[in-house]
């Protein structure tokens, strides 16, 4: 070999180890809902935050719509390392084996944001997110949606209405519960296939925060929707251990960071995104939105205060009694 030549495969290789270290580190962010929504925009927010304080070293590329995998597999690429956060709702840890996270599938068990980030900000929530570990995921943080409502093609006032109706579900046991207790027919089935199982009749009805029905355009196909904000849905964001454990430590402490930030942003603008999606779907004018009165409310909360009984050895007893004691929710006193 000439001189040259050596001179030129030497620089080559040297050019590609340079350029090999310098190549950033990968993260793919994979969800199933609409880009603008509340995690849509929160995840976007991390990916920007974590270049930045990563200064590059970390790149976050965010998988909306199920574009890469739907719920189930999601959380199975996850495990295998195919894809390295998520943020799935906290309902689809249940068939992870992680049934405490069905706690917060239980009707009314929050009134409010506030009551809800006394759990999830505070010593369950964190106690909640070490239960993954074992399962090779590390919990990062909460991200809020909403409380969900439930849509029909026929009026929804009280529990009655929704006898015999297939109404969908996330893959929970306490979600199917709920619907049993108000006489309803569950169907579990992935986020993706939603609005085609409206839209052709498969199921009859839903639940979800607003900000998932308006956009996923499932009130183009269900002419009511009814303002019950029966229960929470939210996520924990979450990561492959392994993957995580073995970054850099620079890296891994700005994406804590990133995540910081992006925690705050998301539960800043969760009501907001919803709030603005109701007002989508009113001026939409394809379903009529009605909020129900005191006692309508109170009627459902009672058909469903069963469920808290029936359900309560599912996600442990005491876990349930902590949550209480910190909302004050009491399901006996109704
Ligand atoms: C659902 O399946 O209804 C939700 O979990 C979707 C989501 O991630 O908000």
Redesign the pocket.
Same mark, same amino acid.
């Given at each position: 070999m000439k001189l040259g030549t050596v001179f030129i495969a030497l620089a080559a290789a040297t050019f590609s180890v340079t350029a090999l270290a310098q190549a950033p580190i990968v993260i793919k962010f994979s969800? !199933? !809902?609409a880009a603008d $929504?509340p @995690?849509g925009k929160a995840s976007e927010f991390f990916a920007k935050k974590a270049a930045e304080l990563t200064k590059g070293k970390a790149k976050v590329e965010v998988y909306a719509n199920s574009a890469l995998y739907k719920?189930k597999e999601e959380m199975e690429a996850l495990q295998l390392g195919a894809v390295q956060m998520l943020? *799935?709702?906290l309902? @689809?840890f249940g068939p992870l084996g992680v049934k405490e996270f069905e706690a917060f599938d239980f009707p009314y068990i929050f009134d409010d944001t506030a009551d809800l980030h006394k759990v999830t900000q505070g010593p369950i929530g964190a106690a909640l997110l070490a239960k993954l570990e074992p399962k090779g995921i590390k919990g990062l943080a909460f991200w809020d949606?909403g409380f969900k409502s439930f849509s029909a093609n026929t009026p929804i006032k009280a529990p009655a209405d929704l006898k015999g109706k297939k109404l969908?579900?996330?893959s929970s046991k306490v979600l199917e519960e709920q619907i049993r207790s108000i006489g309803g027919l569950p169907q579990v089935m992935?986020?993706s296939e !939603?609005y085609q199982a409206l839209q052709t009749g498969v199921v009859d009805g $839903?639940?979800? *925060?607003i900000s998932?029905l308006y956009t996923q355009k499932m009130h183009e196909v269900q002419k009511h929707l009814t303002l019950t904000n029966h229960g929470y849905?939210g996520?924990a964001v979450i990561v492959n251990k392994k993957f995580w454990d073995g970054l850099p430590a620079d890296v891994r402490g700005s994406l804590e960071q990133a995540m910081k930030e992006a925690t705050v942003y998301a539960n800043k603008i969760a009501q907001e995104e919803n709030d603005s999606a109701l007002e989508g779907v009113k001026k939409s004018g394809k379903t009529t939105v009605y909020v129900p009165t005191k006692e309508e409310r109170l009627a459902f909360k009672k058909a469903m205060a069963a469920v808290h009984v029936k359900m309560a050895d599912r996600v442990g007893k005491d876990l349930l009694q902590s949550i209480y004691k910190e909302t004050g929710f009491d399901p006996t006193a109704l």
């Open positions: 969800h !199933v !809902v $929504t @995690k719920d943020a *799935p709702s309902a @689809k949606n969908r579900i996330q992935a986020f !939603v $839903t639940e979800n *925060p998932n849905l996520y």
